[in-house]
T-cell receptor
Framework: NAGVTQTPKFQVLKTGQSMTLQCAQD?????MYWYRQDPGMGLRLIYY???????DKGEVPNGYNVSRLNKREFSLRLESAAPSQTSVYFC??????????FGPGTRLTVL | RKEVEQDPGPFNVPEGATVAFNCTYS??????FFWYRQDCRKEPKLLMS???SGNEDGRFTAQLNRASQYISLLIRDSKLSDSATYLC?????????FGAGTTVTVRA
């Protein structure tokens, strides 16, 4: 049982480049989330999707877009990467009793 | 004011010791509460939910004080494997709010 998977695990971008972070879950969960984690700060919600076909902004959506491709997959896109987007990105899905299951993370550096 | 605040630590304790720490939350309407554990450079994983009456899971005890809006975690008989960052998490409807974490280091 894979749970939540994310690709890539590591990425280095130059300022202005674009990329898409992929996330998939095999637990048949309706809700999925994208967070970023920076040193000394808690995880901050970027976007979430309460169900297939819906997406909503979280706390820090600027500079990002998302797509809920189907029930399994939820991708995060950086259209024009900036050094301030250097972070660790976690995808999560929501199970029963409001618990969330996280993917292994993507470590992104923007030069 | 942050929605969830934690003492960052670090708490440096010997094996076998008891360690306890709190977090406070700002939204009095928060509905559910959790402790997650995060090992260095890994994803957070659910340690335990926190119930109104308090609850235990082996060596771990969680307490909730709604009147004062704080949550606590106590670890008894600490093991080296308990070394991690513990995240206090509060659920407000669809959204989880995370504290920045309390780092615990258990030394031999």
């Amino acid at each position: 049982n894979a749970g939540v998977t994310q690709t890539p695990k590591f990425q280095v971008l130059k300022t202005g480049q674009s990329m898409t972070l992929q996330c998939a879950q095999d637990m048949n969960h309706n809700s999925m989330y994208w967070y970023r984690q920076d040193p000394g700060m808690g995880l901050r919600l970027i976007y979430y999707s309460a169900s297939e076909g819906t997406t909503d902004k979280g706390e820090v959506p600027n500079g990002y877009n998302v797509s809920r491709l189907n029930k399994r997959e939820f991708s995060l896109r950086l259209e024009s990467a900036a050094p301030s987007q250097t972070s660790v990105y976690f995808c999560a899905s929501r199970g029963t009793a409001d618990t969330q299951y996280f993917g292994p993370g993507t470590r992104l550096t923007v030069l | 004011r942050k929605e969830v605040e934690q003492d960052p630590g670090p708490f440096n304790v010997p094996e076998g010791a008891t360690v306890a720490f709190n977090c406070t939350y700002s939204n009095s309407a928060s509905q559910s509460f959790f402790w997650y554990r995060q090992d260095c450079r890994k994803e957070p994983k659910l340690l335990m939910s926190v119930y109104s009456s308090g609850n235990e899971d082996g060596r771990f005890t969680a307490q909730l004080n709604r009147a004062s809006q704080y949550i606590s975690l106590l670890i008894r008989d600490s093991k080296l494997s308990d070394s991690a960052t513990y995240l206090c998490v509060v659920n407000d409807d669809y959204k989880l709010s995370f504290g920045a974490g309390t780092t615990v280091t258990v030394r031999a």
